[in-house]
């Protein structure tokens, strides 16, 4: 008796699909939920990306550094329509005088340790501070014909819960830069490179 309901059961294929469908919706759900938080990602970058040329552009106009914080909001809103949670976690604007002024100050390499010495080489000032610079720019927005660096970085909560099982923390920071050039609405006022030497 106990064999032949055994031998029933083990032939029987009801409900097989209920088990199937149970071992693999947990890790199809997973990896589409994974994917969905990659596609948005990229696209709520994309809305920061045209949000932060739009609003680098409104800057670059004649009195567009006054402005700064109005257009930090404006990119923000945009941002918002599509991740409603989002926060600008930092904003930085730094000018240059020129595009061949955006790299580290030229020094005189006397001992040829490929880096500057303070104590004894001598590097070409371009932004007037004194002091040897990796990133010579100078905050805020600049003058007329300057060379504007605009970043800016926006928190906001992830889509799907399941990003913590992947290890991934509950909100994401994604960061925008646009560089422009500052209309010519005025004579622009260039500080001279000068060439600066450590003192005997």
């Known amino acids: 008796m106990i064999a032949r309901t055994f031998g029933r059961l083990r032939g029987d294929v009801r409900g097989v699909t209920v088990l199937e469908f149970a071992f693999v919706i947990p890790p199809m759900l997973f990896l589409l939920m994974g994917g969905g938080e990659i596609v948005y990602q990229a696209y709520v970058q994309s809305i920061l990306d045209g949000a932060i040329q739009k609003a680098g552009r409104d800057s670059a106009i004649q009195g567009g550094g006054d402005r700064a914080d ?22 930085k604007r730094s000018y240059y005088a ?48 300057d060379v504007t660096l605009y970043q800016l970085k926006v928190k906001y909560d992830r889509l799907f819960p399941v990003t913590a099982l992947l290890g991934w ?22 500080t001279p490179v000068v060439n600066t030497c450590p003192k005997p």
């Open 70 to 91: 109005e257009l930090d909001g404006k990119v923000l809103t945009m941002v918002r329509v599509v991740a409603k949670t989002a926060v600008i976690a930092d904003s």
């Open 169 to 190: 923390d509950g909100t994401k920071i994604l960061t925008a830069r646009t560089l422009l050039k500052n209309q010519p609405y005025a004579s622009q006022k260039q």
């Open 98 to 145: 020129s595009f061949s002024r955006m790299k580290p100050e030229t020094f005189y390499d006397t001992n040829s340790n490929n880096r500057y010495d303070a104590a004894t080489e001598c590097f070409d000032d371009v932004n007037g501070n004194k002091t040897w610079d990796a990133d010579p720019g100078t905050t805020g927005q600049g003058g007329a014909n």
